[in-house]
């Protein structure tokens, strides 16, 4: 798995950032835990992936870049509007995954 420098972190994983993240490597599935990724598919800007979902190592290799980690579906919806307004204000467009792209 690849994770984003400037990991967007949720305000509720802010203490437990670290030992999630090892979890989620070692393919145990944190409880409520989402995950914002670049999408593999090209016409879509950023995916929310559940943490159960990268259980096997299989899954987990084939993950996109991770850019945010947060707990509970409402606060990853509210990451990706976060995200979103970043991304404008600092660029006037709202291409996100061009905007990660230049980063890596």
């Keep these: 798995m690849e994770w984003y420098k400037d990991l967007y972190i949720g305000k509720s994983v ?8 090892q979890k989620i490597e070692s ?3 944190p409880v409520d835990t989402y995950l914002l990724t670049l ?5 879509n800007q950023l995916e929310i992936i559940p943490a159960w ?3 096997h190592w299989y899954q987990r290799k084939k993950c996109p870049i991770v850019v945010g980690i947060c707990c509970g579906r409402y606060e990853a919806i509210y ?3 976060q995200i979103v307004e970043e991304v404008y204000e600092k660029t006037g467009s709202a291409d996100i995954r061009k905007y990660f792209e230049k980063q890596l």
């Design 53 to 55: 979902n990268l259980k």
């Design 79 to 81: 990451m990706v509007q």
């Design 39 to 43: 999408p593999s598919d090209e016409k």
């Design 14 to 21: 802010q203490k437990k950032k670290d030992d999630l993240i």
């Design 27 to 29: 393919g145990k599935t």
